[in-house]
Each structure stands twice: as C-alpha cells, then as structure tokens.
C-alpha cells in the first residue's frame, strides 16, 4: 500500500466502470479521493514541474476561508446553544404548567360533575318529595276548603215565603240554615258552599241584626246552597234527615221554597284564608 | 506550513471579527463547514500520497462547498431539508473516515 | 485492550445514566414539543368551556333547588296550617275550656251546633268535644234515642268543649246575652268558661280522600 499504482483509488473505478452495476454505498466507501488527483499526477509524470504558484496561493486562501467558515461555525453554534437550550427550556416549562393547569382544571371538572350529578339526583329525589307534597296539599285543601273544587252533586235553593218579612215562621232563619248544611254533611256532603262561600271548619252561619251572615256577610234570600257529593244518593239521604224532614214542614206549612236538584256539576269556591293566629299544629298529621 | 498558517489565520479572523453572516445563508454554514472538511482532508491524503495539487484543491474546495449548499437549499426547498442535510452529511462522513483512515496509515504505517 | 474495554464500558453507562436521569422531553424535537404544547392549550381550551358550561347549569341547578326549598318551607306552613283545619292533627294554642251540665237531658244537637257557630262566629279555629271528637268543617250533629251523636260518635253530658283562638273573644261569644249560656241555663243546664292560655285539642278527624270533588282548573 505504500507505492502509488497500489495506493490509486482509480483502479477499482476503472474494474468498475467495466461492470453494469456498482452499489452506491460501495462507490462511496472505495471512491474517497477525487479521481483529478491522480489524473493530473499522471500528467504531471509526463510533463514534470510544478503547479504554477497562482494555484498555490488559491489554496492558501482556500484554507483561509476554511479557517474562517470553521470559526464562524464554531462561533455561530457556541452562540445558539444557550438561546436554543433556553427557548426549549422555556418550552419545556410551558408544557408543564400547562400540563399542571389541565390536570388542575379536570380535576376541577370532575368535582364539578360529582357535584352537579348528585344535585340532580337531589332534585329529582326531591320530585318525588314535592309530588307528594303536592298531593297532601291537595287533598287536604278540599277537604279544609282552600281549594276550590267541582264534581256531581246538588243544589239546593230554598227562600222565604212570599208574606211579608217579621211574620214569625215565613223567614229562613239562621239556625234553619245551619241544620241544613249540618244535614247536607250527614248525607255525605264533600264541599258546601252557602251562595258562594265556602263553609268551612272556620266559617259560621249567624244571624246578625235582619239578615243571615255567612262569613262575616250579609246574604239575601233566596239561598243557594250547592255540595259535591254522590248526585244519586244525596238528595234522599238529605230528605231523611231531621232537617231535611224539618225543611219539608216549612215547605208544607209557611211556603217556604225548598228545592234539591241533583247535578251532574257543581262548582264550588274555595276559602283562601289558610293562616291561623292561635292554633299550631303539634305533630304533622 | 504556509498552509497550516492560513488555516489558524482563518480560524482565528472568524473568532475575532465575528462578522455576521446574512440570515438567509446560517442555515448553510455548517453543511458548507462539512463539505469544506471533505476537500481538506482529500487533500491532505493526496498530499501524504505525494499526488497533491493546489489547482485540484482549490476546484474540489469550493464545488464541494457550492455543492453541497446547493443541495441543502433544494431540500429545503422541497420540503426535506433536514433529511437531505443528514443524507449529504452521512455521505461526506464516510468519504471523510476513509481519507482520515488513509492518512492514519501513512502518518504511523499501521 | 483492557483500559480500552473499560473506557467503553465507562462510557456507556455515563450514557444511559444521563439518558434515564434527563426529563421526559430530552428526545422529544422542538417541533414536537410545539406541537405538545399547542394540543395541551386546545385541551384546557375545551376543559375550561366544559367546567364553564358545568358551573352554568350547578348555578342553575342550586337556585332552582333554592327556590324549591322556599317554595317547599310555604307548602309545609301552609300544611301545618291545613292539618290544623282538617283536623288531621293535634292543635295547641290559648283559648277556652267550656263545660256544659244538662241535668235535665233537655239539650239537643241543634243547641251544640248553634254553640258552635257561635264559637266559629268568634274566631275559634280548632275545635274538639268531649276530648273524643274533633270539630271540622264537615261535622255533623245528629240525635238517635235522645243521645247526641257529632260525626256519629255518641257523647254523653256532661259536655265539653275545647277551642282554641282568643280567649277573651271566644268567652264572651258564650255568655253573652242570648248566647250559649243563657239558652243552656234556659233548659236547666249550667255553662262554665274557663280561659286558658294553653289549651290541646288532641283527638283527631281522619279524612277519606274524596270521592266526588275535583280540585277546579284555574
């Protein structure tokens, strides 16, 4: 390897150019000195002498820029290194905050939907409770009166006579009344209303100086008495009362109207007075 | 020597004047640094194997360097620039390892 | 041979620790590690819009559960109340204790009923006779065989009646003249009021769900 016909790298080019192929990777591994080496060392045998000096102050200058192009590299990396590393540093930085943040805010999420899931459940547990609620109310409001209520029942419209008012036994007086709605109760009376007004655990019928009062108010004849309950048995179990058979005579006796009619419809008010100021509830019912 | 002189010279004028070179070109420079290390160890082989030529040298230096910038500039170009820089990188490599193999067995005969 | 072997092996667990030790970016490209970051920002952008839209509807969701709870707080009052009306519970407050003696057996329902529209009539709203029945709106009184029966219940004399409201109004609503009491001494009997400022109505009216009646569509 030490004479130069060994040592030229032309040689395996030259066994090669002859061959159809040669692998670019073997090319590459045998092929590393530039072929116009040898050429022009082959000529120069032949004609001898030295490249002319010009050449070789090319090649001075060649390395001059080599020298220069190798320290500015140098120079240029030395100084993008700490602005690379920092930039990727502050990258890195930043991902990881923003990593932080988002495990941050799921968790936040995620609390968030426990807590609104198990408002839900609440709320529609709580549904349930209000319908309940709800219906108490309402079953409860009939009966005490606060509601008002319509379904089948009677109605029953009795008047004074036609003599004239002060002659004993021709007026309607307020006990005849309260034995009336007493009697329509017994015969299974759900709701009365007296002329529209609601009778209820508060509500009386008294007599006050000429007229009837029904809740503090003055009512005229004739009376209007309406109640819900079973049309069909109502107007018979009302008649068999002692009321009812009372109401009869004064019909009989002081022509006194009185009337039962069964309807298929009767509407009745409700008494929206539903705040007591003594009586307290000692234990739900 | 002269040679060795101009390369320190260089090296040194570079560190120094630190002149800035266009942005446009940075991304070249080291590709070009590379190239450029082919050509002067190719020529140092050819020295060590007594076939040196200065003409050669010159020619081989600055087509290499052009080259190989050139070829990076296309791959950017296209798209590929950083894998075209590692496939002209791994090419002067080789070429580079065989010359410095070369001159290792001329400087200690093994 | 040796040291050179030992250098390499220096050499490559140098290597690997500084591999394990780095953080787990040290591989990652400045272009996947933009890329990381932009993704991560899209993810909190849709996480925030997320927890945002979750707030909107637990607001919701607590002021609704609010307001139920006000509007719950007024049903049970207004319960209370109801309960109270119906007579479904025991009932407390001041009032009057009202005896009536008939030794003469000469008082009749209609007297306890005028009795006790006077007692309405004076603002009595819990009623209960006898400490056995419970005086509502829809309580009868009737006689069978000259026992007096209210809702069905026989109650012999002496009689007495507990209601509650004021007890200076509801007394006076008793002896007045013409009253109560005047008609009961009329038949023989005698009438006591006794005020109180607690009186307990305990007996209770149990209520069937009507049959009849709807509730009218407002």
């Given at each position: 390897m030490s004479d130069k016909p060994d040592l030229s790298t032309g040689e395996p080019r030259s066994d090669s150019s002859g061959d159809a192929y040669v692998g670019l990777l073997t090319q590459i591994m045998t092929q590393t000195l530039d072929q116009d080496y040898l050429d022009v060392a082959q000529r120069r045998e032949s004609s001898s002498g030295d490249s002319p000096p010009r050449w070789q102050v090319g090649a001075v200058a060649v390395l001059l820029l080599f020298g220069l192009m190798l320290g500015l590299a140098a120079l240029n990396t030395a100084q993008e290194k700490p602005v690379v590393a920092a930039e990727r540093a502050e990258l890195i930085?930043?991902?990881?905050?923003?990593?932080?943040?988002?495990?941050?805010?799921?968790?936040?999420?995620?609390?968030?939907?426990?807590?609104?899931?198990?408002?839900?459940?609440?709320?529609?547990?709580?549904?349930?409770?209000?319908?309940?609620?709800?219906?108490?109310?309402?079953?409860?409001?009939?009966?005490?009166?606060?509601?008002?209520?319509?379904?089948?029942?009677?109605?029953?419209?009795?008047?004074?006579?036609?003599?004239?008012?002060?002659?004993?036994?021709?007026?309607?007086?307020?006990?005849?009344?309260?034995?009336?709605?007493?009697?329509?109760?017994?015969?299974?009376?759900?709701?009365?209303?007296?002329?529209?007004?609601?009778?209820?655990?508060?509500?009386?019928?008294?007599?006050?100086?000429?007229?009837?009062?029904?809740?503090?108010?003055?009512?005229?004849?004739?009376?209007?008495?309406?109640?819900?309950?079973?049309?069909?048995?109502?107007?018979?179990?009302?008649?068999?009362?002692?009321?009812?058979?009372?109401?009869?005579?004064?019909?009989?006796?002081?022509?006194?109207?009185?009337?039962?009619?069964?309807?298929?419809?009767?509407?009745?008010?409700?008494?929206?007075?539903?705040?007591?100021?003594?009586?307290?509830?000692?234990?739900?019912? | 020597m002269i040679a060795v002189f101009g390369l320190v010279l260089g090296v040194l004028a570079g560190l120094w004047l630190e002149p800035s070179i266009p942005a446009a070109l940075q991304p070249y420079l080291p590709i070009a640094v590379v190239a450029a290390l082919d050509a002067v160890f190719g020529g140092l082989r050819a020295h060590l194997d007594g076939i040196f030529d200065d003409k050669v040298f010159v020619i081989s230096f600055v087509s290499n360097v052009l080259i190989a910038a050139l070829i990076v500039y296309l791959g950017d170009q296209l798209g590929v620039g950083g894998q075209l820089s590692t496939g002209v990188i791994v090419v002067l490599g080789i070429r580079i390892f065989s010359n410095v193999a070369a001159i290792r067995r001329h400087v200690f005969h093994a | 041979m040796a040291v050179l072997l030992a250098a390499l092996g220096f050499a490559a667990v140098a290597q690997m620790r500084l591999t394990g030790a780095d953080d787990d970016y040290s591989g990652q490209r400045r272009e996947n590690l933009i890329e990381l970051l932009e993704s991560l920002a899209a993810a909190a952008d849709r996480t925030q819009t997320q927890i945002d839209e979750l707030e909107q509807t637990r607001e919701e969701l607590l002021s609704s559960s609010e307001r139920r709870q006000i509007a719950v707080e007024e049903a049970r009052q207004r319960l209370e109340v109801l309960t109270v009306l119906t007579g479904t519970a025991a009932a407390a407050g001041p009032g009057v204790t009202i005896t009536i003696t008939d030794p003469e057996a000469a008082v009749t329902s209609t007297n306890l009923l005028n009795g006790i529209e006077e007692l309405r009539d004076a603002g009595a709203e819990a009623i209960e006779m006898n400490d056995r029945v419970r005086v509502v709106a829809s309580t009868s009184f009737t006689e069978r065989d000259g026992e007096i029966l209210v809702d069905g219940v026989k109650l012999p004399s002496p009689y007495s009646i507990e209601a509650i409201g004021s007890s200076h109004t509801l007394s006076e609503a008793v002896i007045f003249r013409g009253g109560l009491a005047d008609e009961i001494e009329r038949l023989g009997g005698k009438v006591s009021v006794e005020k109180a400022d607690l009186v307990e109505v305990q007996s209770l009216h149990s209520i069937d769900a009507p049959e009849y009646s709807q509730p009218t569509e407002s």
């Open positions: 930085e930043q991902i990881e905050s923003n990593q932080g943040k988002l495990d941050n805010q799921q968790a936040t999420l995620a609390s968030l939907s426990d807590e609104v899931t198990k408002l839900q459940q609440l709320l529609a547990a709580n549904v349930a409770d209000d319908r309940l609620l709800t219906n108490q109310l309402t079953s409860l409001g009939i009966d005490a009166g606060t509601l008002a209520v319509t379904g089948p029942g009677v109605e029953v419209t009795v008047d004074d006579s036609g003599y004239s008012v002060g002659e004993s036994g021709g007026v309607i007086l307020d006990s005849d009344l309260q034995l009336l709605v007493n009697a329509l109760w017994q015969a299974g009376a759900e709701a009365i209303a007296v002329d529209e007004h609601r009778m209820t655990t508060l509500t009386a019928i008294r007599f006050a100086g000429e007229a009837i009062t029904v809740d503090y108010r003055s009512l005229t004849p004739p009376y209007i008495i309406e109640a819900t309950g079973d049309p069909d048995t109502m107007p018979a179990r009302l008649l068999e009362t002692r009321a009812g058979q009372a109401w009869l005579d004064l019909e009989a006796n002081f022509d006194i109207q009185f009337e039962v009619v069964a309807k298929d419809k009767v509407s009745i008010p409700g008494d929206a007075r539903d705040n007591l100021l003594y009586a307290e509830a000692k234990g739900a019912s | - | -």
